[in-house]
């Protein structure tokens, strides 16, 4: 494992962290969850070779005297007057969409990192500037981190499978309210828990669960569709496997078949912390539109609920399943719980879910943003 200082570092959850984008998750960032936008928003915007990350550090006071709010270096190794330490391990942390707990979304190897906010000047300036067309104000966000950017790795949502639980208050030692955690500050049993875990994600790829899950019971067979139906479900569900598998060009989940039990989704996907309830449409045509039997309906509306106990409930739609035009493509929705829509994962369209009979569910012409209508 890596001997370099580390911190952990709490933003705003994103897609690419290069420039605005609608569907954020602010978690407990009221500025980010009121305007739709923070500092984090350039984390990853390639400068020259370089990324420069922002951190918001949240003034706090202890027995009502105002704390600096200020990077303490000293807890990493450095003298309490240095201005800056190299050579620093900074992970990215961000809120799971569902609410519960942070996420890993990337890291920093031999990053720099300031006690003190950086304001950005010339060409930086510039690349790190945001007009709020809204409000009318224009933002110059500043910097805490950089690091070159062959030293870094941002995670796409989907390998974004080590999470780091929510505590309650009684237990110390452990990622809190703070944007800045010190995991090798920290004594206890949880906290060297999460830090070894988190240094073997990011050392090794492994993303140990905290605990094994448990498999469902079986159930009954499902009916067969005709046999062209069928034979494009099976491609579309082949494919879901190829890009989540094992395979040398998959994402490394171990994936557990349930399309011949009823539960209301296909495959049941397992890695670290993260469990995907993945239902599978398969099209021969090139429209993202799929429709949904009663009882999947029933899954993606407890899920919408926060009553769907299984796991991360995702709508995966593969057009030209059978790839007749050469146009085979992956279209990945989950569900945002601050957009309140199922909403692709790289933020480019939103799904939308209508009852009619069988539930239909179609690309919503307004696309993400806009307010759609659930089940």
Known sequence: MSQAPVVFLHGINMVAYDGHELNICAGGFKFA?????????????????????????????????????????????????????????????????????????????????????????????????????????????DYRVVAKESDCRLLHPDERVLKIPSYPKSVKGVPGQSSVYYPFNQ???????????????????????????????????????????????NAAVEYVKAHFGEGRNGLGYLIESRERKIVGYDLLMTKGDVALCVEVKGRSIDDVAADFSPNESRKITAHQLGKFGDGDYRVCIVTDALNERGKRQLHHFRWWPEKENWIKVDGSDVLHFRPSGATVATLDPNGPGEDGKDI
């Open 33 to 141: 969850k009121e305007r739709g936008f923070g500092g984090e928003m350039y984390n990853f915007r390639n400068v020259d070779g370089r990324y420069y990350g922002h951190v918001e550090i949240m003034p706090r006071k202890i027995n009502g005297v105002p704390r600096p709010v200020s990077v303490h270096l000293e807890k990493l190794g450095a003298s309490k007057s240095a201005k800056f330490l190299d050579g620093v391990l900074v992970i990215w942390t961000a809120p799971c969409h569902d609410g519960v707990g942070r996420e890993v979304v990337g890291w920093c190897r031999n990053a720099t990192l300031y006690r003190h906010r950086v304001t950005p000047t010339g060409k930086l300036k510039q690349a790190r500037q945001f007009k709020d067309s809204d409000a009318g104000e224009k933002f110059d966000f």
């Open 187 to 233: 004594t206890s049993d949880e906290a060297r828990n999460i830090r070894d875990r988190v240094l073997a994600f990011v050392d090794k790829g492994i993303a140990k669960p905290f605990k094994r899950r448990q498999p469902r019971k079986a159930s009954a067979g499902r009916q067969q569709d005709p046999e062209r139906r069928k034979r494009i479900e």
